[in-house]
């Protein structure tokens, strides 16, 4: 490996109890990026008894250029489906960053970055299967950073869930994306109101 | 049934590439007893081998694991295993046996941090000084050093094709953060892969003497079985792979051991420099941590620290020529590894008093952060 690191870096931090399926949910969006997108990406993940569990986390470092440190130092996203997660990393989020959560899940306070919700477990639920929630939350996170590409997200998700269950998931995809498109434009004309008035 | 070279473009953890490496190089033959975190090797060996005419077998312990590697070598195939610290341990009097008996093969060391059990889930390097010296009497070892899922997969191939060249074990020194971390891999087409194959005897097969050195140093290997006959032992042995108890014999086939090892070592190093070419300090680093010293280096240099980088990808054996080149040039070393200090020690038996050196490590469980780089580069 050579070549310095480059500025399009996006460190991203997915948090939730194990068995939410976050270390899958990271896998996806690394393997998204590397295979579908031909960006560069690391994914590092709980091992041990949290990933079955306890608060549990995938680390998810994606840039044009090489990756050498695969930690996350500086999160630009935070994806938490749980209090514990998002209390662990919502600090380390500057105002440039952008943090997410399942509405229902977690209780933003008051931070530096700015804090766009999801009820991805109830709307999992309205689904029929409740551990959609996961890429329910994928489907967001693409939708509101673009950390990467629709089409990309959309290959990976339909390949890494188990046989059968792919419509579904794509559906669950669709319904995250959805919503996070919505809650944009309902910004962008919001703002665009306030200048107005 | 998959082939055996996966050709195309993946995502997966370094212990996945292991494995793949393997395959790509023509492993047969895996035993293995599972441990934290060097199992998924295993699990994805168990998966593949079958469909690619190999065989998997789980031992019931790390002693018979490489039992059973050496055996299946000295029958003709590429053999492997993968362990962790503790299995490691229990592998050391067979990794001996190999030594001596010049029989190929590979093991994977996962490393977590030790003594005994430590921190089964997290990250070392602190059995370096272990695969120099683990098994006892004297012997030269090659041990390699991945720092990420793609170098896991060449490096692999890397290690059949140099325990095949040279009749030794080879050993593959990662770590939990490689080994559980995905990446891209990109696997070449078949044709693109370049294997060796042990020196095989020509002749009479009724004259071959098992352990009579070839040109290198090598002597060819008869697989058992196969009509030339062949005497393995863990004694001192002569060409006929007889015990010989006698000081002169012991002297001669150690220090053939050794030599064959030392004699080949520029084939067997490789190690690659960054930003070296006009650097006050040179960071030595290997495996995972070698990406951290990469990123502090960088981050130095924007400081306007002229720092740059020496990563071994051969950790054994340990490079000294180029360690004392550096050593008239650059004003002090700096090495990092996840322990409290090991391949340090060597670059200061290397540099010689030439330059100062300098350790950034910590007793395991973590990767090393690349501030705790830079704040050992700012105080040079």
Not at chain 1, 126 to 151: C, D, P
């Amino acid at each position: 490996m050579t070549g310095q690191e480059t500025s399009s870096k996006k460190e991203i931090v997915v948090t939730g109890f194990g068995g939410q399926g976050i270390i899958l949910a990271g896998r996806i969006l690394g393997k998204a990026a590397a295979l579908g997108d031909h960006r560069e990406s690391t994914l590092v993940q709980s091992y041990g008894p949290e990933s079955r569990g306890g608060a549990c986390s995938a680390q998810v470092i994606i840039s044009d250029g090489v990756i050498h440190y695969p930690y996350v130092r500086k999160p630009d996203i935070l994806s938490a489906m749980s209090q514990a997660g998002y209390e662990k990393y919502a600090d380390l989020v500057e105002e440039d960053g952008i943090i997410l959560i399942d509405q229902d899940l977690v209780k933003p306070k008051s931070g530096k970055a700015p804090v766009f919700a999801i009820p991805s477990t109830r709307f999992a639920e309205e689904l029929g299967r409740k551990m959609m929630a996961n890429i329910i939350m994928i489907g967001f996170i693409v939708a509101t950073t673009g950390a990467v590409s629709h089409q990309a997200a959309l290959q990976t998700v339909e390949k890494s869930v188990p046989p059968g269950t792919e419509k579904k998931n794509l559906e669950a995809f669709s319904k995250g994306y959805d919503f996070g498109l919505a809650l944009f434009k309902g910004r962008e004309k919001k703002a665009a109101g306030q200048v107005g008035a | 049934m998959k082939p055996a070279v996966l050709t195309g473009e993946h995502y997966m953890t370094g212990d996945e590439a292991i494995a793949e490496g393997a395959l790509a190089a023509g492993c047969l033959f895996f035993g293995a007893y599972p441990i934290t975190p060097a199992t998924e090797i295993a699990e994805r060996m168990s998966q593949r081998l079958f469909g690619v005419g190999g065989t998997f077998i789980q031992m019931e312990d790390e002693i018979a694991a490489m039992a059973a590697v050496v055996g299946a070598s000295c029958a003709g195939v590429k053999s492997m295993t993968a362990t962790s610290g503790p299995g490691f341990s229990l592998m050391m009097e067979n990794l001996g046996l190999a030594i001596v008996m010049e029989t190929p093969c590979v093991v994977a060391n996962v490393q977590r941090a030790g003594p005994s059990t430590g921190l089964p889930t997290q990250g070392a390097q602190a059995d370096m000084m272990q695969a120099r010296w683990g098994s006892h009497g004297h012997y030269e070892i090659i041990a390699l050093a991945p720092e990420s899922a793609q170098e896991a997969f060449y490096e692999t191939i890397r290690a059949f094709n140099l325990a095949e060249k040279y009749r030794t074990p080879v050993l593959i020194m990662t770590d939990e953060l490689v080994g559980h971390m995905s990446e891209r891999v990109v696997i070449p087409k078949k044709s693109a892969i370049t294997l060796e194959d042990r020196p095989r005897p020509k002749g009479r097969k009724d004259r071959y003497l098992p352990f009579e050195p070839g040109p290198n140093g090598v002597p060819p290997m008869a697989a058992a079985g196969e009509g030339c006959a062949v005497h393995m032992t863990g004694l001192t042995h002569d060409a006929k792979g007889y015990p010989v108890m006698t000081v002169e014999c012991q002297e001669q086939m150690v220090t053939r051991l050794v030599n064959k090892i030392l004699d080949n070592r520029h084939d067997i190093f490789s190690f690659k420099e960054y930003r070296l070419e006009d650097a006050d300090v040179a960071v030595v680093s290997y495996g995972i941590s070698a990406r951290t010293a990469r990123a502090a280096v960088d981050e130095a240099r924007q400081e306007g620290i002229k720092a740059g980088m020496l990563k071994l990808d051969t950790v054994w054996p340990f490079c000294e020529e180029k360690i004392f080149e550096l050593a008239q040039r650059v004003k002090a070393f700096v090495t990092v590894e996840i322990n409290l200090g090991q391949i340090h020690l060597e670059v200061m038996r290397a540099a010689r008093g030439k330059a100062p050196c300098v350790l950034v490590g910590h007793a395991g469980g973590a990767l090393i952060s690349p501030e705790q780089v830079k704040a050992a580069l700012r105080s040079i």
